[in-house]
C-alpha cells in the first residue's frame, strides 16, 4: 500500500475517534489514538470480514476487549462500510444512539460482544476461539473445509490486570488455541497514572508460562513490524499474545502519554493542536478524505467475494454430505431440532431423586438431539453432575464436547458467554450455587447481551447439608433474581427438574440459571401432568385445595414438598389450601394478569411463601396480609434434616404460620427460630 495513503488512513481513525469523542464531550480519546495502526493492520491486512453480510458465520472475529475505546471500533466500522454513519458517530454516548459508550452485541452491526468491563473481553474471545474449534472438528472433511476463522482481539493493560483474564489465558495456553490472536496496547498508562504505580510483573513471561506464543513490537506506528507479528502468530499453534508499545494518545501535543488522554476528551483547543501534528486540517471535523474512504470501502467487495467463495465451498459441500450440511445450515440459522422436547425424561410416583440427578439424566436424554449442547463443570463434574456422556473431552489435541474449566468460575462464565457469541452451539457452565458471585459479572453481561447461555449450579440451598454456611447459598437466589432479563429456576421435583432443562434449552436470546439439589427429592403428583406447562410459565398449581382455598402456600424448590406437606396438615384441620410450585419468579412475573390471578387469585389474601433463602422480593406475591418464611441468616454445618428443622422448615410450623395469617395474628416476615432445648424463642 502506499505508504502516504496508509498513514492518511490511519490518521483517519483517529480523528474520527477524537471528533466522536469531543462531539459527546465524554469517552476516551487516548486508546483509540494510540492503538489506530494495530487496527489498521488488523482489519486491513488480516481480518476476513464481510461489511455488507455482518453475520457471515466463518468470518473472523473481532473483539475490543478494552471497551472504553469504543470509538476506534465505531471508527472503523463507518470506514468499512457497517452502515455507521458520521450522524451515527457524532450521536455517540446519546440516547437512542447505535454508538453507546461500550460496545453492544446485538445493538450494532459488526460488534461481536459486549465489552467495558476489563477482562470479559478477553475471556469471551478464548470462548469464540473454543467455538471455531469445535465446529471445525464436526463438520469439516476431507476437501472441504467449511469451518475456518479467527479470533483477533485488542487488550489494554487493564484487561491483562484483571483476574479473569489470568484465567481464561491459562486455560487457552492449556488447550493450545492457535486461532487466538491477542493484540496488547502496552501504553505504560491507566487512570490512576503510570501502570508502575501498581503493576511491575514481566507480563510475557506470565504468557509464556501460561504457554502462549508472545513477541513484541517496539514501535506502535510501525504498521509492517506489527503485520510481520502477526504473520508470525498466525503461523504458530499456539494461541498468541503481542505486546506493541503504542503512546496513549499519540499526537497530542499537551496530552500524549499522560494519563489526561485516557478518560475525557482532549478539548476543542487540544483538538486542533493534535489535528495539525498528524497534517490533518484542524478546522475540519468528522472528515475522512475522499481516497482514504474509497480505500477502506474496498471491505465490501472483498467481504462479499469471500462470502460468496464460502458459499460455493457449501454448496459442494452439501453435494458431498449432504446430512452434514443440513446440519450446518441449522446451526447456523439457531434453529433448534424439531421434536427435541420429547426427549426430556419423566417421572411418576415413587422416581425420588436429587435434581442435580435429575439434570444429569436431561443432558443425557438431550446430548444425542441437541448436538450442539456443549459445556463443563469448574472442576466438580462429578459433584455437578453435568458431564456430556460418550461427548468426548475438550483438549489441546481433541475437540469434544466435555469442557474442564478447571478452578476458574468467572472465566468459565464469560468463555462460555465467548461461545454463545460465536453461534452454533448452546454453551453451559457449572459450578455450586454459592460460587455463582464469582460469576456475577459475566452472568450479568450475558443478560445485558442477550446470549442463550446456560449457567448450572447444585447444591442450592443449606439443604446441601454439612459443608456448612461458607457452601450454602441463602442471598444467591434473590441477587440473581434482580438481574434483568435472567430466569433463576429452582425446580422443586424432579419433573420440574427436566422441565427446567427444557425452558433452558428453548430460550437462545437470554441467559438462564438452574439451580439443583443435591439431596433428594420426592415426585410430587400435581408435577406429572402440570411441571410441563407450569415450568414454562414460571409458576402454577402442584396442590389444588378440597374446597375454595383459604390459604395458599408458595414455594420453590425443596421447600415446595414441605408445602405439601403443610397444605395436607391444614386440610386436615379443615383449612382448604391450595400450594403454588414456583420454579421462576421471573417467568411467572412476565406472564399476563389474567394467569397470574388464575394461580394466586387475589381473594385469597391469606399467602404464606417458603423458602430457604432470604426474604428480599417475596413481598410482590404474599401482599401485606401474607407471611414470608425465610432464612436472613446465614446456615450452618449439620446434615441437612436436621437443619430444615432447626431453621424452621418444617410442615407443622408452617402449618402453624398459615393458621396465624388466617387469624390475622402473623404477618410480614417470619423471624428464623432460635432454638432453646428443641423449643423455639420468638
Not at 422443586?492 to 437462545?508: F, L, T
Not at 402456600?553 to 414441605?562: D, F, M, N, P, R
Request: net charge negative; aromatic share 8%.
Amino acid at each position: 500500500m502506499d505508504p502516504r495513503l496508509e498513514q492518511s488512513a490511519i490518521t483517519a481513525i483517529r480523528t474520527l475517534a477524537i471528533d466522536t469523542v469531543q462531539a459527546a464531550n465524554s469517552g476516551h480519546p487516548g486508546a483509540p489514538m494510540g492503538c489506530a495502526p494495530m487496527a489498521h493492520t488488523i482489519w486491513t491486512r488480516h481480518l476476513r470480514h464481510a461489511p455488507s453480510t455482518p453475520g457471515w458465520f466463518d468470518r473472523d472475529r473481532f473483539i475490543l476487549s478494552n471497551g472504553h475505546a469504543s470509538a476506534l471500533l465505531y471508527s472503523l466500522l463507518h470506514l468499512t462500510g457497517y452502515g455507521l454513519t458520521i450522524e451515527d458517530l457524532a450521536s455517540f454516548r446519546q440516547w437512542g444512539s447505535r454508538t453507546p459508550g461500550h460496545p453492544e452485541f446485538g445493538l450494532t452491526a459488526g460488534v461481536e460482544a459486549t465489552t467495558g468491563p476489563l477482562g470479559q473481553g478477553f475471556a469471551n474471545g478464548v470462548g469464540a476461539a473454543i467455538a471455531e474449534r469445535r465446529l471445525a472438528a464436526e463438520f469439516n472433511r476431507p476437501g472441504h473445509t467449511v469451518v475456518d476463522h479467527r479470533v483477533f482481539a485488542i487488550v489494554s493493560d487493564g484487561d491483562l490486570q484483571e483476574g479473569i483474564a489470568s484465567e481464561a489465558a491459562s486455560l487457552a495456553g492449556h488447550l493450545k488455541l492457535g486461532k487466538l490472536i491477542y493484540l496488547w496496547d502496552d501504553n505504560l498508562i491507566q487512570l490512576d497514572g503510570p501502570t508502575s504505580t501498581a503493576w511491575s510483573e514481566d507480563v510475557k513471561r506470565r504468557f509464556d508460562a501460561y504457554g502462549w506464543h508472545t513477541s513484541s513490537v517496539a514501535d506502535g506506528n510501525d504498521v509492517e513490524a506489527i503485520d510481520t507479528a502477526i504473520r508470525a502468530a498466525i503461523e504458530d499453534d499456539r494461541p498468541s499474545l503481542i505486546a506493541v508499545r503504542t503512546v496513549i494518545g499519540f499526537g497530542s501535543p499537551n496530552k500524549a502519554g499522560s494519563q489526561k488522554a485516557h478518560g475525557a476528551p482532549l478539548g476543542p483547543d487540544e483538538v486542533k493542536l493534535t489535528k495539525a501534528a498528524y497534517g490533518a486540517n484542524p478546522d475540519a471535523t468528522f472528515d475522512v478524505p475522499a481516497d482514504v474512504a474509497a480505500f477502506y470501502r474496498t471491505a465490501i467487495q472483498k467481504g462479499d467475494a469471500l462470502v460468496a467463495a464460502h458459499t460455493k465451498r457449501l454448496l459442494a459441500y452439501a453435494t458431498a454430505f449432504p446430512v452434514e450440511a443440513a446440519e450446518l445450515q441449522r446451526r447456523m440459522a439457531g434453529a433448534l431440532p424439531v421434536g427435541w422436547e420429547r426427549a426430556l425424561p419423566a417421572y411418576e410416583i415413587g422416581g425420588d431423586a436429587p435434581t442435580r440427578n435429575v439434570s444429569q439424566s436431561s443432558i443425557k436424554a438431550l446430548a444425542p438431539v441437541v448436538p450442539e449442547l456443549i459445556g463443563g463443570s469448574a472442576d466438580l463434574s462429578e459433584s455437578n453432575l453435568t458431564d456430556i456422556h460418550d461427548g468426548g473431552r475438550f483438549t489441546a489435541t481433541e475437540s469434544g464436547r466435555n469442557i474442564s474449566f478447571g478452578v476458574r468460575e468467572h472465566a468459565m462464565a464469560a468463555i462460555v458467554n465467548g461461545i454463545a457469541y460465536h453461534g452454533g452451539l448452546i454453551p453451559f457452565g457449572a459450578t455450586f450455587l454459592t460460587f455463582s458471585d464469582y460469576m456475577r459479572g459475566a452472568m450479568r453481561l450475558a443478560a445485558l447481551a442477550g446470549l442463550g447461555s446456560i449457567f448450572v449450579f447444585t447444591h442450592d440451598s443449606i439443604g446441601l447439608g454439612e459443608d456448612g454456611p461458607t457452601h450454602q447459598p441463602v442471598e444467591h437466589y434473590a441477587a440473581l433474581r434482580a438481574i434483568p432479563n435472567l430466569r433463576f429456576f429452582r425446580p422443586g421435583d424432579p419433573n420440574e427438574a427436566a422441565h427446567a432443562w427444557g425452558a433452558a434449552i428453548e430460550r437462545r436470546s437470554a441467559p438462564t440459571v438452574l439451580a439443583f439439589t443435591r439431596q433428594k427429592l420426592p415426585v410430587l403428583p400435581g408435577s406429572i401432568a402440570g411441571a410441563a406447562h407450569g415450568v414454562r410459565r414460571g409458576a402454577y398449581v402442584i396442590r389444588e385445595s378440597s374446597a375454595p382455598a383459604t390459604a395458599i402456600l408458595i414455594a420453590t424448590g425443596s421447600e415446595v414438598h414441605l408445602a405439601v406437606a403443610a397444605a395436607e396438615l391444614l386440610e386436615a384441620s379443615g383449612t382448604p389450601t391450595r400450594v403454588v410450585s414456583a420454579p421462576c419468579l421471573e417467568l411467572f412475573g412476565d406472564q399476563d394478569a389474567a394467569y397470574r390471578d388464575s394461580v394466586l387469585p387475589p381473594s385469597v389474601r391469606a399467602r404464606i411463601s417458603i423458602e430457604a433463602g432470604v426474604s428480599l422480593g417475596w413481598d410482590r406475591w404474599v401482599g401485606s396480609d401474607g407471611a414470608i418464611v425465610a432464612m436472613d441468616r446465614f446456615g450452618a454445618s449439620a446434615p441437612a434434616p436436621k437443619l430444615f428443622a432447626e431453621f424452621g422448615f418444617a410442615p407443622e410450623r408452617i402449618a402453624e404460620i398459615a393458621r396465624g395469617v388466617i387469624a390475622g395474628t402473623r404477618r410480614g416476615v417470619i423471624p428464623t427460630p432460635h432454638l432453646h432445648d428443641g423449643h423455639e424463642v420468638r
